[in-house]
């Protein structure tokens, strides 16, 4: 179970990811997210080039990519990709819009995109996260 808090190495790492995914589907938003009924922590990649037709494919760059910067704080297994209009990645784009700027929104213990999140870490629209 993730216990543990998410540290400034996953997230610098999930933003590299997350920008350099861009380049093979645009990202629309991208987020770490610790549903309350599951045992880790995933990060989410959403695109609205990102359907059915081509999961398989989006998930084989972000093996690509993993393998291209591996780090201890990232973990492949830990990604999922979506579609724009999937209501995980259209709650995340609410609060973006609701929150505008540069700094990241962090939200526990909550409803989001019709489920009960322990922890939700929403990176900015321009994914430019600090990094250590």
Excluded: C
């Excluded at 190495?9 to 997350?18: M, N, Q, S, T, Y």
């Excluded at 709650?91 to 929150?99: E, I």
């Amino acid at each position: 179970m993730d216990q543990e808090p998410l540290v400034m190495e996953e997230i610098d790492a999930g933003g590299r990811l997350a920008r350099e995914f861009d380049q093979y589907a645009p990202v629309k938003v991208a987020f770490w997210l610790k549903a309350s009924d599951d045992d880790h922590r995933y990060l989410y990649l959403a695109s609205d080039r990102i359907d059915d037709t081509n999961f398989g494919l989006a998930y084989g760059e972000v093996a690509r990519l993993s393998d291209r910067f591996r780090s201890p704080f990232f973990d492949p297994f830990r990604v999922k990709v979506i579609s724009g209009e999937d209501p995980l990645a259209q709650a995340a784009v609410d609060m973006n819009r609701q929150f505008p700027g540069q700094i990241p929104t962090r939200l526990r213990g909550q409803m989001f995109g019709g489920i009960f999140v322990d922890d939700v870490f929403i990176y900015p629209p321009t994914l430019q996260v600090a990094t250590s």
